[in-house]
Nanobody
Framework: QVQVVESGGGLVQPGGSLRLSCVVS????????MAWYRQDPDNQRRAVTS???????HYPDSLKGRFTISRDNAKSTVYLQMNSLKPEDTAVYFC?????????WGQGTQVTVTA
């Protein structure tokens, strides 16, 4: 059974940084497309970024330059480095592992950006 566990959320001031981590177990991590989503206070869950098994990264234009996704296959972990955080980045961040039409979600980690 695939398990996805996020960590690293917290409270940060505007302009600060956080790094989220997501560990996947139960299957071969390197074969998954990994993605981060976020769910804002309006409960809209939106894609943040993704990375393929071949390390191709995708970002929406609105987040390019501030957010960076990376993966460490040896540690079965994907990271989300978030810099220059803004109050509108406040959300619950979810990790998603996708392969062959099946996806697995973590429980989410709260990120709050406030002065």
């Amino acid at each position: 059974q695939v398990q996805v566990v996020e960590s690293g959320g917290g409270l940060v001031q505007p302009g600060g940084s956080l790094r989220l981590s997501c560990v996947v177990s139960g299957d071969t991590f390197s074969t998954f497309v990994m993605a981060w989503y976020r769910q804002d206070p309006d409960n809209q869950r939106r894609a943040v970024t993704s990375i393929t098994p071949s390390d191709t990264e995708h970002y929406p234009d609105s987040l390019k330059g501030r957010f960076t996704i990376s993966r460490d296959n040896a540690k079965s972990t994907v990271y989300l480095q978030m810099n220059s955080l803004k109050p509108e980045d406040t959300a619950v961040y979810f990790c998603n592992a996708w392969k062959g039409g099946l996806e697995h979600w973590g429980q989410g980690t709260q990120v709050t950006v406030t002065a």
